[in-house]
C-alpha cells in the first residue's frame, strides 16, 4: 500500500517561501512519475508541476514557471515543491501524487496524499 505524506506548508507573508516535502513509504518513488496540485477554496484541484521517473524532465503550469521548482531525492523517497516569490493567489490546499503516466490530470495519479495547507497573506 502507497502512502504519501506532504508536510512544509504553513502561513507566509507575500514575497516569502516555503518547501513543501512529500515522503512516500511502501512503494520506491524512483520508479513513477509524479506531481504536485493544489485545491483553493470553491476551485476546483488544479496541476501544479509533475516531474519524471528519474527527475530528468519538468513541467509546470503557467502562473508558477521562474518561482516553483520540483524535484526529487530517491535516496530519501521524497519529493519537494520549493516555492519562492509566494503569491495570495498561491493560496491552497497541496497535495503530492504519484502515478503510472505522467501528466498534467488528476485522474492519470493513482495515490494521492492528504495535502498541506498554503497560505500566503498580502
Known amino acids: 500500500q502507497v502512502q504519501l505524506v506532504e508536510s512544509g506548508g504553513g502561513l507566509v507573508q507575500a514575497g516569502g517561501s516555503l518547501r513543501l516535502s512529500c515522503a512516500a513509504s511502501?512503494?520506491?518513488?524512483?520508479?513513477?512519475?509524479m506531481a504536485w496540485f493544489r485545491q483553493a477554496p470553491g476551485k476546483e484541484r488544479e496541476f501544479v508541476a509533475t516531474i519524471s521517473w528519474n527527475g530528468g524532465s519538468t513541467d509546470y503550469t503557467d502562473s508558477v514557471k521562474g518561482r516553483f521548482t520540483i524535484s526529487r531525492e530517491g535516496a530519501k523517497n521524497t519529493m519537494y515543491l520549493q516555492m519562492n516569490s509566494l503569491k495570495p493567489e498561491d493560496t491552497a490546499v497541496y497535495y503530492c501524487a504519484l502515478g503510472d503516466i505522467p501528466g498534467t490530470t488528476a485522474s492519470m495519479y493513482d495515490y494521492w496524499g492528504q495535502g498541506t495547507q498554503v497560505t500566503v497573506s498580502s
Open positions: 511502501g512503494r520506491a518513488l524512483s520508479s513513477y512519475p
